[in-house]
Structure formats: C-alpha cells, structure tokens
C-alpha cells in the first residue's frame, strides 16, 4: 500500500506556497509537536492552528490522546491519578489504542481532503515516554506503531526543548487550574523524565530532517514567533526540492 507520507511530498507543499489564500492541497500536511510535559505543546499547537488558518490552510487537530470519543475514555484511564496500578504494557497499548482511532477517524480522512493536521503528540512521544522512560525499549513500540498507526508518520515535528524543573512546574501550575485531576505523568519521578528527554534527544538525532528542535524558554509569543520561522522554512524547502 503507499503510504500517505509518499503521497503528500514537496509537490504539495509547493501549491501550497504558491496559491495565496484559500489554498487546498492535494494531499495533507501532518505536523506534530513534541517535548516533555509543560514545554508547551499545548500552547503552542493552538497558536500554531491560528497562524495557518489565518494563512488560508484548512486546518485539522487531530489531538492525543483526546481527539475522539473513544480517545477520551481512553484518555481519562490513562492520565488519571487513581491509575497507578496500570503497567506498562497496558499503558503502551492504550496509547496506540487511542492513535489508532485517531488515525482512522480523524488523521486519514482529514489528510485525504488535503488538510493540515496538526498534533500534540504521535509516536514519537510513545517512543520517548513508554520506550525510554517506562524502559520498554523502542523496539516494543515499533511493533504496535505498525499495526496502529497504518503508515501514518509526521512531516513536520517540532520538538519542544524545556528544562525538566521548569516544564514540571509548568504542568503542576496547569493542572492545579483544571478541574479533573490529570497529574499522573508530573508525579514520575525525575529520572522517568530524563530518560524522557533522553528518548527525545535520540529521536532528534535519528531524523534531523523531520524532527526540529525549538527552544521552549521564554515567553509565548517568543516561542511562537521560533515556531513560525521554522515552519516558513519547512514549506520554503519543501517547495525548492527537484521532481515535486
Ligand atoms: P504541554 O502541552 O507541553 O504539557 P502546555 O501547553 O499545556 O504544555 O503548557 C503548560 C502550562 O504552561 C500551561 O498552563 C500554559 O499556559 C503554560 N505555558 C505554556 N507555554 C508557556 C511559556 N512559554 N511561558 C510560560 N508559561 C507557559
């Protein structure tokens, strides 16, 4: 089967660039962003959404692992306080339990109609969380993205660069203000986070072309405005390769 990401390439992105406003692709654009608790993905993905619908793109979230009826049910297990019996097997299990509804009630269809999707979170969060931090190792999480995920791989992923201190205060600060109790994750301990930014840091290194860090510091126009400059240049590049 061809895999959409072969589908949507610089041909795309380069209408895209070309056709002013209202613009309609062919094929989608999937961009993710990344990064520990706090960094700001969230913030920033909503911000990110406002820029490209303002620029004429039709925009789709497709959030984890929130994004569906089913991914809520999902959602409230897993980052609920109260599930601190869930292990980790299960855990990694309901994450891609999750993706995969998103991916095929959300993510395909949106990409079909040549679409924005923009994420907080993909695989590669499930690399960083459940293979280095809960130690399952990556390869545990490329079997299950295979049968979950159907070939559905970002573009585009900016990853979010925090201080752990700063990022966990960020979320406590956060959830403090929300009503439902989602702490679960800021109550690990801090070497679950730094093996976290470890599997972070090593899904950077492994695909510099797809993976683009982002300095999370500052404040969030700051960040934004970091955010812009590297999407601008993903679609520069994108519609300056040959054979698109
Ligand atoms: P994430 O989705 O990465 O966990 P959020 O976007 O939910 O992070 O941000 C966590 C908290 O930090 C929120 O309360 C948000 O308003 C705040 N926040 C986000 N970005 C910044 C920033 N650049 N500076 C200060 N606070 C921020």
Redesign the pocket.
């Known amino acids: 089967m061809l895999g959409w990401k072969q589908l949507a390439g610089p041909r795309a992105a380069r209408r895209r660039v070309s056709e002013g406003y209202n613009r309609s692709l062919k094929q989608g654009l999937f961009i993710t962003l990344e ?1 520990i ?8 993905l909503h911000r990110l959404e406002t820029l490209l619908t303002d620029r004429g793109y039709a925009v789709t979230l497709a959030q984890e692992p929130g994004g569906t009826r089913v991914g809520r049910e999902i959602r409230r297990l897993l980052l609920d306080a109260a599930s601190s019996d869930l292990r980790p097997i299960p855990e990694l299990l309901l994450y891609f339990a999750s993706r995969a509804q998103n991916v095929e009630e959300v993510i395909q269809p949106a990409l079909r109609e040549g679409r924005v999707v923009l994420a ?1 979170r993909f695989t590669d969060a499930t690399v960083a969380y459940q293979g280095y931090g809960r130690e399952l190792g990556v390869p545990a999480v490329r079997q299950v993205e295979s049968v979950a995920c159907q070939g559905v791989q970002p573009d585009l992923t900016i990853l ?1 660069e925090i201080d752990i201190e700063t990022g966990v205060r ?2 406590l ?2 959830n403090a ?1 929300q009503s439902d109790d989602e702490s679960r994750m800021e109550q690990e301990s801090r070497e679950f986070h730094e093996r976290v930014a470890k599997g972070y840091a090593a899904l950077l290194a492994a695909d510099p072309e797809r993976v683009k860090k982002i300095d ?1 510091r ?3 126009d700051e ?1 934004a405005t970091r955010i812009e400059a590297e999407v601008d240049l993903f679609f520069a590049k994108s519609s300056a390769e040959p054979g698109g």
Do not use: C
Request: hydrophobic share 20%; aromatic share 0%.
């Open positions: 990064g608790d706090g960094s700001g993905k969230t913030t920033q907080d979010l960020r979320a600060h956060r203000e999370g500052g404040s969030i960040v």
